[in-house]
């Protein structure tokens, strides 16, 4: 292409540009719309992508703070999502025992196990003076919870094994929960009401994750203590397990698998009636989940992104319509198919731009909200801005087609005639 039709062509496509400006001005209502289903279907793309992304992100870096090493023991897993109704055919996990204290214990011991910890968690009151957090993040964990789960303690100590054997009182508060009850101050020594029980703060701890990304309030209590005070759906205790360094991690697991069956007296022939779960597992579980999001979020785009493009057919047909005189002069005066197609399919692209860009602003608005009042993390992942302007180009485009062809196919003759 020669630099002169280079610079035809770009003259064309910005006064296809202007032309598609001046027909939203002129008719607010029709554009709106063609806008509008854009946009929904753009903001769902943006939406959800950002928050499929930020949880995906979340849950990878609170992987990583456990070492690639660490697995779990759990009453039950099941990769994907379940249908329940109460039934043991549709809810096999009420076929399996709880976890408990003791067996936790009992692997600590074996060979192949460095260390273990065990957890229940729940959300929950927790206050200090005047200042009352409804839904906070509660979790009871083993003395051990810091060695397997990461991050630092920066102020004061955790709580000891002697506290979580005599279920004391006390707690270990992160720093996203220290600036929202103790903004200024030193939270080491204050008390603190969980559950409206007075806990002492011992230590406030940073999340490894948190250096990297901002992180939600939450308080940690010994396990003891935990099931004595909190509200929370019992049965559900997680076991944390990391092998010794010079074992493999599947050679752990062999030998947890052993204990713990020899524990529940399971015969040979009897399926476990506990999980031992991998991180890989997890993140394969979590991947399929979100798979699924990702096609709710197809379906949900396209309605919006349909609703757009029925729009442009009815917006540009009228368009063609009134400007059926001018296409006639254009025509006589040497314009080709090809340029009277090319200024209609940018005049429809012009559009569901447009409404692609309110749907990248109402969408990154709506995953700022999410990430600001929820504990959902959510953050805009570049790839989600390109395919909402691609797609929405390429809406105008499709949907475009007939009615500039439709243009581009006027006998010049009949079109000068029109009135």
Do not use: C
């Not at 109460?86 to 196990?113: C, I, K």
């Not at 993040?137 to 789960?149: D, L, Q, R, T």
């Not at 009401?193 to 703060?201: D, L, M």
């Not at 917006?315 to 009134?322: C, D, G, P, R």
């Amino acid at each position: 292409m020669s630099r002169t039709s280079l610079g035809a062509t770009i003259s064309r496509i910005g006064e296809g540009m202007l032309i598609a400006l001046d027909s939203v001005r002129s008719n607010k209502a029709r554009a709106a719309l063609t806008i509008l289903g854009v946009a929904i279907g753009v903001m769902v793309v943006i939406a959800m992508a950002s928050m499929i992304t930020g949880i995906n992100t979340s849950v990878v870096k609170e992987i990583e703070t456990l070492g690639p090493r660490t697995f779990f023991v759990q009453r039950f897993f099941q990769g994907g999502l379940n249908i329940s109704d109460g039934s043991d055919e549709l809810s096999p996990w009420r076929r399996n025992p709880w976890l408990t204290v003791e067996e936790a214990e009992m692997l600590r011991r074996l060979p192949l196990v460095q260390e273990v910890t065990w957890r229940e968690g729940t959300s929950g009151p927790v206050s200090y003076r005047n200042v009352d957090l409804k839904s906070t993040s509660i979790v009871g964990f083993s003395a051990s919870w810091v060695g397997v789960v990461g991050g630092t303690i920066m102020a004061g100590r955790n709580f000891t094994h002697a506290e979580e054997a005599a279920g004391s009182m006390v707690a270990v508060i992160n720093d996203k929960m220290a600036e929202s009850l103790f903004p200024g101050l030193d939270p080491v020594g204050k008390q603190i009401k969980i559950f409206g029980q007075p806990f002492q703060v011992v230590g406030m701890y940073v999340d490894a994750s948190s250096l990297f990304n901002e992180s939600s309030p939450m308080v940690a209590i010994p396990h003891s203590a935990f099931t004595k005070v909190a509200d929370y759906f019992k049965g559900w205790m997680n076991i944390a397990v990391v092998p010794v360094p010079t074992t493999t991690v599947f050679e752990a697991q062999d030998q947890v698998i052993a204990a713990m069956r020899a524990k529940r007296g399971l015969k040979p022939s009897q399926d476990n009636n506990f999980a031992v779960v991998s991180q890989d597992k997890i993140m394969e579980t979590f991947n399929n989940i979100t798979g699924g999001f990702f096609l709710v979020m197809l379906a949900l785009s396209s309605i919006g992104l349909m609703v757009g493009g029925v729009g442009v057919v009815a917006i540009m047909m009228i368009s063609v319509t009134e400007r059926t005189r001018e296409i006639g002069v254009r025509k006589a005066l040497g314009a080709t198919r090809a340029e009277i197609m090319l200024q209609f399919l940018v005049e429809a692209a012009t559009l569901t731009l447009l409404g692609g860009i309110v749907g990248m602003l109402l969408g990154s608005g709506l995953a700022w909200a999410v990430s600001s009042f929820t504990p959902i993390p959510a953050e805009v992942p570049l790839w989600s801005v390109v395919i909402a302007i691609l797609v929405s180009a390429i809406t105008g485009i499709f949907f475009g087609l007939y009615p500039a062809n439709r243009a581009s196919r006027l006998d010049p003759v009949d079109a000068l005639r029109y009135e």
